[in-house]
């Protein structure tokens, strides 16, 4: 059974089952994450420092599930966020996932000492060149969020927190409303 998906504010449908890949490494994760695809997972979350794209992207192709039914996630950290360096690491994650384009690419941690204007700028020439359809940040405060979407608003999709009982992130949830 496959799980069923939910319609964002920007009208994206995204499958409401996730599979976060953390940790999921090796052989045994790569069997883990081909397991969660048979039982109907449609959204997977990989990033560059999981070390594990090349895992997601044989599951991806040993499931036989079209490329169009899955919605695939991967991040930058926050130490490669140069611009240069961003296209290089997209380069480095299509190829290691055997795939044209991922769905969403996050900036997976903001950094300092990188303008972020210039790293969201990068980030949207890869949203031009159709090798992510949507751009987005991860683990960005309320302050950082602001920042953000003053220098690119229209463009981005998401901020990827943590959240759960013991991490609630009230302001954050307030600010994305």
């Known amino acids: 059974m496959t799980a069923s998906a939910t319609r964002t504010i920007q009208g994206e449908a995204i499958p409401a ?7 999921l490494t090796g052989p045994a994760g790569e069997a883990a994450i081909r397991a969660a695809i048979d039982l109907g997972y449609r959204q997977i979350d990989t990033a560059i420092r999981y070390g594990n794209e090349a895992e997601v992207g044989r599951a991806i192709r040993a499931s036989g599930v079209a490329r169009g039914e899955l919605f695939v996630t991967t991040k930058i950290w ?33 950094a300092k000492e990188i303008p972020l204007g210039e790293t969201l700028a990068a980030f949207a020439e890869e ?8 751009i987005g940040v991860s683990n960005f405060t309320v302050a950082l969020l602001d920042e953000a979407l003053d220098v690119h ?22 600010r994305m409303r």
């Open 127 to 134: 949203k031009s060149k159709g090798r992510t359809r949507l």
């Open 78 to 110: 926050f130490n490669d966020l140069q611009p240069d360096t961003v296209h290089r690491r997209v380069d480095e994650s299509l190829e290691r996932l055997g795939l044209d384009q991922v769905d969403l690419l996050l900036v997976h941690w903001p």
């Open 17 to 23: 089952l996730g599979l976060g890949t953390f940790e």
């Open 153 to 174: 608003k229209a463009e981005l999709f998401c901020n990827q927190v943590e959240y759960h009982p013991f991490l609630s992130q009230q302001k954050l949830l307030a």
